[in-house]
């Protein structure tokens, strides 16, 4: 199971990612939606250097023009880029043309019932999706804290041609079942290792714990 910690913030946050074996670290540069975990570009880059080659960072970004992106993503030193808008699919071929080994994870959008309320047709370039809730009435695309349908998360993974993570309100308390339920490629979660606004190590460590432990289980659930 590959486990993102998104919404690092400092160096700090980034070493508990780093103690609790993440797999992948997230930083958020260049917003448009509403959201508390955004930082500029130069921490970005002070973030993912400390890191190194210990884990993979994704660029998580709601940015919509390609070369914007591609300008970020050669100062930052991410391996990892998370479209998270509604870009237009001429300017992710920009991005693919110019970064072709940088990764672009995808993001859908799925309501609390299930229901995908992104347009699949138009994604053309992907290697990875993520399924994530979102809050209307607070403008938040990500980091809502809300779960949607993981019995209905799982036949949309099913159905997709990418690798595909879960993300919308999981915790180290309820990661488990989601993924029973789900069987994602990876978890991604925000506000769910957060204590009091902020990253909280003990809630990483059980998170990427738990996640971890779920995949003897998918393994019998495969034999």
Known sequence: MIVKICANKSIEDAQMCLNAKADIIGILVGQ???STDFVDKETAKKITDFVGRKCDVALVTHITNAKEIIELTKYIGNNIIQLHSNIDESEVLK??????NVKLIR???????????????QIKYADFYLLDSFNLKTNQV???GLTHDW?????????LDKPSFLAGGLNPDNVKEAINKAHPYGV???SGCKLN???NALKVAQFVR??????????NQKS
């Open 95 to 100: 991005i693919k043309k110019t970064l072709p």
């Open 210 to 219: 738990n996640a971890k432990d779920t995949e003897n289980f998918l393994d």
């Open 188 to 190: 991604d979660v925000n």
């Open 197 to 199: 606004g902020k990253k």
């Open 107 to 121: 993001l859908i959008h799925v309501a609390q019932d299930g229901k995908i309320t992104s347009n699949l047709n």
């Open 142 to 144: 990500g980091g809502t």
């Open 32 to 34: 448009k939606h509403n």
């Open 151 to 159: 019995n209905k998360s799982r036949i949309i993974i099913e159905n």
